[in-house]
């Protein structure tokens, strides 16, 4: 996915209140970055990533850019030879494993610095629940992940009144209908 070019535009995001000062950001934005993210702080994200129940539903935007994970591999099959010269087994490639996906964040109360972010972890929640998601990202449609099967979500204990970490950890999922054909 191409980005337009970009012209330089000054936002001043004042955090004071919230223990970390001034920050002054240079954003770029030219009138063609429009339908680009923004995350909770109207920052725009570079690798947005999406999550869905199903079609029906509408995609939910992580408030915060997450880092994501593709990690990939084949199933080899291992053949043992009897009284072989050689060390070592005959090795098979059988096929392609599948794609194992990890999204890991923090969310954080942006409100109030003693606000605990519960809305969008229970929305996270909700959609760990369901099992399974379309999931939409850049980096997940470069290896043609669009369906993600979650195996296991965290929450871990996070330092902090308004912050709470996360780990999704799931599969890639082809959508594949088997027909039994029965003989006459």
Request: negative net charge; contains cysteine.
């Amino acid at each position: 996915m191409n980005r337009p070019s970009l012209t330089i535009d000054k936002v001043k995001i004042d955090l004071r209140d919230r223990g970390f000062g001034d920050i002054t950001l240079e954003v770029t934005n030219s009138g063609d970055f429009k339908d680009v993210p923004s995350n909770a702080l109207g920052i725009p994200m570079t690798m947005p990533i999406k999550l869905r129940k199903d079609e029906k539903d509408q995609f939910w935007n992580f408030p915060v850019e997450p880092q994501i994970t593709v990690d990939g591999g084949n199933v080899v099959a291992k053949r043992t030879v009897a009284k072989g010269k050689g060390r070592g087994t005959i090795k098979e490639r059988w096929t392609q494993d599948d794609y194992a996906v990890t999204i890991e964040g923090t969310f954080i109360g942006y409100n109030d610095a003693n606000q605990f972010p519960s809305e969008d972890i229970k929305k996270l929640r909700e959609l760990c629940e369901h099992g399974s998601v379309d999931i939409e990202c850049d980096l997940t449609s470069i290896f043609g992940i669009n369906h993600l099967v979650i195996d296991k979500y965290n929450f871990p204990f996070t330092k902090g009144a308004n912050v709470q970490r996360f780990t999704i950890s799931g599969y890639s999922d082809d959508i594949t209908e088997l027909l039994i054909k029965e003989d006459a």
